[in-house]
């Protein structure tokens, strides 16, 4: 609308204002979009790296396990078949996150890196102090795994195109492998329900697991979408509430079964596991 005062008509200053908000509205929404994007970016990131500190606790808690071993020079009944599965689940979840099969992943390759470096010093020791079948056997599992895994490298890079692709199919083997692993735990909650007793699963680590699950959960939910860190950490986290669970009816029933079921669920040799999630607490 113009109007006409004594002279030249001119527009009134509410309609520069209405057409300087219909030009900038655009500009309002992309700024709006670039926001939400950092923040949600940040926020994903920050839920990374306490998943990283989570995981690595989880990755350190054989620790004490395996100083037992150095310090009685002897591996005993000790059994290294969960660590050398984990070193298959973290080289292929170092290879799943990688820029060419999925970008944005840079946190799941630092725990699972740290990871891979730690289970390779866990096998170290237990190489040291076995007899040589046990060694035997550990170089062959180990070879094994190296050919496997290099064959599915190979085969990815050259036979699959695009991070798309790419990512379906070794983001469905990482998922593979830890299902495989959340399952090991299985044979712990039986014995708790069979025993009616909790010696043999740790509070601390049971929680740390429920933990560790949930972050990761909430790290995938966040955008980007991640899939397969979603499936098998989903998964994780409801393993560790059942566990949890568990604790919670039978922890009044620990002091009652503890010196009665001594002679019952004493291991033979001198070293007590616990396998949680495909790792071995004392």
Same mark, same amino acid.
């Given at each position: 609308m113009?109007?006409c005062v004594? +002279?030249?008509?001119?527009?009134?200053?509410?309609?520069?204002c209405y057409?300087?908000?219909s030009?900038?509205?655009p500009?309002?929404?992309?700024?709006?979009?670039?926001r939400?994007?950092?923040t949600?970016?940040?926020?994903?990131y920050?839920? +990374?790296?306490?998943?990283n500190?989570?995981?690595?606790?989880l990755?350190?808690s054989p620790?004490?396990t395996?100083y #037992?071993?150095?310090?009685? !020079?002897?591996?005993?009944?000790f059994?290294?078949?969960?660590?050398i599965?984990?070193?298959?689940?973290?080289?292929?979840?170092?290879f799943y996150?990688m820029p060419?099969?999925?970008?944005?992943?840079i946190?799941?390759v630092t725990?699972? #890196?740290?990871g891979?470096v730690i289970?390779?010093v866990? %096998?170290?020791?237990?190489?040291i102090y076995a007899?040589?079948?046990g060694?035997k !056997?550990?170089?062959?599992?180990l070879?094994i795994e190296?050919?496997?895994f290099a064959?599915v490298?190979?085969?990815?890079?050259?036979?699959v195109?695009?991070?798309?692709?790419?990512s379906?199919?070794? +983001?469905i083997?990482c /998922?593979?492998?830890?299902?495989m692993?959340?399952?090991?735990? %299985?044979?712990?909650?039986?014995?708790v329900?069979?025993?009616?007793?909790?010696?043999y699963m740790?509070?601390?680590l049971?929680?740390?697991?429920? %933990?560790?699950?949930?972050?990761w959960?909430t790290?995938?939910l966040?955008?980007p979408? /991640?899939?397969?860190?979603?499936?098998?950490?989903?998964i +994780?986290?409801i393993?560790?509430?059942?566990?949890?669970? %568990?604790?919670a009816?039978y922890?009044?029933?620990?002091?009652e079964n503890e010196? /009665?079921?001594d002679q019952d669920l004493?291991?033979?040799?001198g070293?007590?596991?616990?396998?949680?999630n495909?790792? /071995?607490?004392?």
């Amino acid at each position: 609308m113009f109007v006409c005062v004594s +002279g030249p008509c001119f527009q009134p200053p509410h309609a520069f204002c209405y057409l300087s908000l219909s030009l900038s509205s655009p500009f309002c929404c992309i700024n709006f979009l670039c926001r939400k994007m950092v923040t949600a970016k940040i926020a994903r990131y920050v839920v +990374g790296i306490i998943g990283n500190i989570i995981s690595f606790g989880l990755f350190f808690s054989p620790a004490p396990t395996f100083y #037992g071993i150095v310090k009685k !020079k002897a591996v005993e009944e000790f059994k290294p078949d969960p660590y050398i599965a984990t070193v298959l689940n973290c080289a292929f979840w170092v290879f799943y996150g990688m820029p060419f099969v999925h970008p944005n992943s840079i946190l799941v390759v630092t725990i699972n #890196g740290v990871g891979l470096v730690i289970e390779f010093v866990y %096998l170290t020791i237990y190489y040291i102090y076995a007899t040589n079948k046990g060694r035997k !056997k550990l170089m062959i599992f180990l070879l094994i795994e190296a050919i496997f895994f290099a064959a599915v490298v190979v085969i990815t890079m050259l036979a699959v195109h695009g991070t798309n692709r790419r990512s379906l199919v070794v +983001g469905i083997l990482c /998922d593979i492998f830890n299902v495989m692993m959340y399952a090991s735990p %299985l044979t712990v909650m039986a014995k708790v329900i069979k025993t009616k007793s909790v010696k043999y699963m740790p509070f601390w680590l049971s929680l740390t697991n429920f %933990l560790n699950g949930v972050c990761w959960t909430t790290y995938a939910l966040i955008h980007p979408l /991640d899939i397969y860190v979603l499936i098998s950490n989903c998964i +994780g986290a409801i393993s560790g509430l059942v566990q949890l669970i %568990l604790y919670a009816c039978y922890c009044s029933c620990k002091s009652e079964n503890e010196n /009665d079921g001594d002679q019952d669920l004493k291991p033979s040799g001198g070293i007590q596991f616990s396998n949680v999630n495909g790792r /071995d607490a004392v």
